[in-house]
Nanobody
Framework: QVELAESGGGLVQAGDSLRLSCAVS????????MGWFRQAPGKQRELVAQ???????GYGDFVKGRFTISRDHAKSRVYLQMDMLLPEDTAVYYC????????????WGQGTQVTVSS
């Protein structure tokens, strides 16, 4: 069983930075790919970033170098550093976990709201 808890969202202005954190309760953190997704009102959920146990990373096209995903195996945490935030980054951000042997993200957190004002 995997439990995920996000924190770090909030209201910021365009150009500001935020760091999201996801605490992962699991026996073997190193057996999971980790991802951040987001969903804005009226839009589909989209992948923001993902990271493998070996710390290989991938990002959505819209990130364009502004965000950085990282993971701390000692603390079983995943982070999303978001810089140069834009109003269109406003969304609920979700942390998710995927067993390395499975194709889909099966475990999700409750989400944290990020609102960027212009």
């Amino acid at each position: 069983q995997v439990e995920l808890a996000e924190s770090g969202g909030g209201l910021v202005q365009a150009g500001d930075s935020l760091r999201l954190s996801c605490a992962v309760s699991v026996r073997t953190f190193s057996s999971y790919h980790m991802g951040w997704f987001r969903q804005a009102p009226g839009k589909q959920r989209e992948l923001v970033a993902q990271i493998t146990p070996g710390r290989s990373t991938g990002y959505g096209d819209f990130v364009k170098g502004r965000f950085t995903i990282s993971r701390d195996h000692a603390k079983s945490r995943v982070y999303l550093q978001m810089d140069m935030l834009l109003p269109e980054d406003t969304a609920v951000y979700y942390c998710a976990a995927r067993d390395v042997a499975r194709p889909d993200y099966d475990y999700w957190g409750q989400g944290t709201q990020v609102t960027v004002s212009s």
